[in-house]
């Protein structure tokens, strides 16, 4: 082997001053003669991208071939082959929230998925909150099953569809399925369900028809209805429920007579089998029949009265009678008739009615204890938060309970009235009175109520933009010793309230303290940058930011973690973007959306960069208007859909979209007055752009945001 190397060396030199060898020059560079446009280099490049993801799929490169095909799939959006490589990589690696996103999109781009799978993949839409996808997925995947002849589980997504529609008031729609239901049960042998049905009871089976009738009746179909309910009765009688059900269609036909026969008839058995209904029927027929709405309701409240001296204590109808008496501002019979029932059988409409009894009255005593009675399981008072709401807002009843309150003692009250009170006070914003109320309910609480307790009232305290006393509340919190995974979280909140109050350097401290806590949470360790980045210390915060993803990029199982990181990507994207670094700030965006590809915010903003840097115009045009679509009332999309079209010079639809955008902003934003000032001038109208910029340095100016601001000044100096 030497020899023949020193062979080959004897050959170049002996070459030396004649002709080369071949290839021993690079080949001049290739120029095109027409450079490509946009179209034509997605096609180089979603070629290239479609060769690298197959050689790095070839060579067990798994993950790096998922991504790449993540990327050429934006290139090519729709396409079934690279579709079914992702969702087939993703489920190899185990990451399977990823493939079921992309599954998603396969199976409305693909019509060859099997009945099964697009059942499942419907399945994941509805549980993610994606319920028109579900719906559209659903059907397709019920008329698989019908030309498969599987009608049991086509009875089952007729059911689910049923309620999906009735549930999302599309009445028409449901009882489009209720009929298919009907159809099936109503002949088993045919659809070969005589099993499934079986298994049904005989209640079951009832229920199942008064189901149908009711969505029948939603659909102002009452003959169908009627069937339905007939056929349940015909089941399983249940003459008390079939009253009603027969009113119910009465009411329908506009048989008003023949309802109040039947209510009647259901009253003066005492039955008590369908909560306020039958009380709610009687008043919306005597509306009808009776000489005006206001002599109705008195009719129906004598009658209802009646019943309600012999049975005080049936909770539906005391309810309804307070919400009549609660109409006519009858204040002292809303509180005789539901203030003895409330502690026992709480109702929303009840507490509401009886708050407003009690204010209206200025019964301070009855509120108090009213507030410990309407607490829920957070120890909020949602509720009745609407009635104190308008409390708070008339002074002169504030000042009168304020008054009250300070009489108190708050080691005299139980425990829920010092938290009730606790929290008045906060919804009234007044927080050092709320902080000493929850100070006097700390002894008798246990560690854990003590902290679900203080977690609310740190919470509120910082929607609240009381960040001092949210501060003590988390302290408080962290001083109870609890377990390390409850404490962590407080020092995570803790951090964010001192950030809040520019105690940066007392933020960053907690915020490590929460993330040693727990050092496998990318939530709490993502306080750390985040509290940078707010300080505007962006280089320490892109620091962090990487070193927060390379040591969570791994973790597809935690969804929690999922969603910080993305988080983490779109601060990232905003700091380039802050660099002027365009080509970092768009992978960020475009990393979100290889994991998460119908995330409209990233897709948003990843066109908007192209637009505003004049670069990939056609992709950049069409994920604007795909976010737009999404969320059509979303201004700063709006905005770059506007900007769009004045980068493309369609400058009459970027001016009625920006307008759009504008007032949908409510003067909230200076950036969207900037693109309609320069839409303006497009198009001539120099005034109304110089007054759009005028809008927009005023905005500016208090969004702090000099760079913007500096331009817009700019523009006016050269025009006005």
Not at 92 to 98: K, V
Not at 277 to 300: F, G, N, T
Not at 701 to 711: K, M, P, R, S
Request: charged share 25%; proline share 3%; with cysteine.
């Amino acid at each position: 082997m030497a020899a023949e190397s020193s062979s080959a060396e004897e050959a170049i030199v002996t070459n030396a001053g004649k002709d080369e060898l071949p290839f021993s020059q690079l080949p001049e560079p290739f120029v095109e003669q027409t450079p490509r446009n946009e179209s034509a280099k997605n096609r180089l490049r979603l070629t290239t991208l479609l060769t690298k993801a197959r050689l790095q799929d070839h060579r067990g490169d798994v993950a790096g071939a998922l991504e790449t095909y993540q990327r050429a799939y934006r290139l090519s959006p729709g396409s079934a082959t690279i579709l079914q490589e992702i969702v087939r990589l993703g489920f190899l690696l185990q990451r399977n929230e990823i493939a079921s996103r992309y599954a998603i999109l396969l199976a409305e781009n693909q019509n060859t998925m099997t009945a099964d799978a697009v059942q499942r993949v419907a399945q994941y839409c509805l549980e993610d909150g994606q319920t028109e996808r579900a719906i559209q997925l659903y059907e397709r995947a019920l008329a698989l099953l019908k030309k498969e002849g599987a009608h049991t589980q086509a009875l089952g997504i007729h059911f689910r569809l049923l309620s999906i529609y009735q549930s999302h008031d599309e009445p028409k729609m449901a009882a489009r399925h209720a009929g298919e239901v009907a159809k099936m049960i109503g002949d088993p042998d045919k659809f070969d369900l005589d099993a499934v049905v079986e298994q049904f009871s005989n209640g079951g089976l009832r229920s199942t028809y008064e189901k149908l009738g009711d969505v029948y009746l939603q659909a102002d179909q009452p003959d169908k209805a009627a069937e339905m309910f007939a056929k349940g009765e015909e089941i399983d009688s249940s003459p008390e429920n079939h009253l009603i059900h027969s009113a119910k269609v009465l009411v329908a036909r506009k048989d008003w007579a023949g309802a109040q026969s039947k209510l009647e008839e259901y009253l003066n058995a005492d039955h008590r089998v369908a909560g306020q209904e039958p009380y709610s029927l009687l008043l919306q027929v005597r509306q009808q029949m009776a000489d005006s709405p206001a002599k109705a309701q008195v009719e129906v409240i004598d009658r209802l009265q009646k019943i309600h001296d012999d049975s005080p204590d049936f909770a539906p109808l005391a309810y309804f009678l307070t919400s009549l008496y609660a109409q006519q501002e009858a204040w002292d019979n809303v509180i005789a008739v539901s203030a003895p029932l409330i502690e026992q059988e709480s109702d929303a409409d009840a507490l509401n009615h009886l708050c407003r009894a009690y204010i209206a009255k200025s019964d301070w005593s009855s509120l108090v204890s009213l507030l410990a009675t309407s607490l829920d399981g957070n120890y909020n008072l949602d509720t009745i938060a609407e009635p104190l709401q308008k409390l708070i807002d008339d002074q002169k009843k504030w000042n009168q309970l304020a008054t009250y309150l300070k009489s108190l003692t708050p080691a005299d009250r139980s425990l829920n009235e010092r938290i009730g009170v606790s929290r008045l006070y906060q919804l009234a914003e007044q927080s050092d009175p709320a902080w000493s109320w929850a100070e006097a309910a700390f002894p008798d609480l246990d560690n854990q109520e003590e902290a679900r307790f203080l977690m609310q009232f740190g919470l509120q305290a910082f929607r609240g933009d009381q960040e001092a006393i949210a501060e003590k509340a988390f302290r408080a919190a962290i001083r109870l010793g609890l377990p390390k995974s409850q404490t962590s979280l407080f020092y995570f909140y803790l951090a964010t309230t001192l950030e809040m109050q520019d105690k940066t350097s007392d933020a960053l401290r907690t915020a490590k303290r929460a993330a040693l806590l727990d050092e496998e949470s990318a939530l709490l360790r993502s306080r750390i940058p985040w509290t940078l980045y707010h300080a505007g210390r962006s280089e320490e915060a892109l620091k962090e930011y990487r070193t927060l993803l390379e040591k969570f990029a791994d973790d597809f199982e935690n969804q929690q973690t999922r969603q910080v990181l993305r988080d983490a990507k779109r601060l990232l994207s905003v700091i380039a973007g802050q660099q002027d670094n365009l080509p970092q700030a768009t992978e960020w965006l475009e990393q979100i959306l290889d994991e998460f590809p119908d995330d409209t915010g990233a897709m948003n903003d990843l066109g908007y960069l192209w637009i505003d840097h004049e670069t990939n115009l056609g992709r950049g045009f069409a994920m604007i208007q795909k976010a737009v679509a999404a969320e059509p009332e979303n201004y700063a999309y709006l905005d770059s859909l506007g900007w769009a079209y004045f980068r493309l010079g369609q400058y009459q639809e970027a001016v009625s979209t920006l307008e759009h955008a504008a007032k949908l902003a409510d003067g909230k934003d200076g950036t969207v007055f900037d693109h309609l000032g320069d839409a303006y001038l497009a198009l001539g109208k120099k005034e109304k752009a110089i007054a759009s910029w005028q809008q927009a340095t005023g905005v500016l100016q208090d969004e702090a945001d000099a760079a913007i601001l500096t331009q817009v000044e700019a523009k006016l100096k050269t025009h006005t």
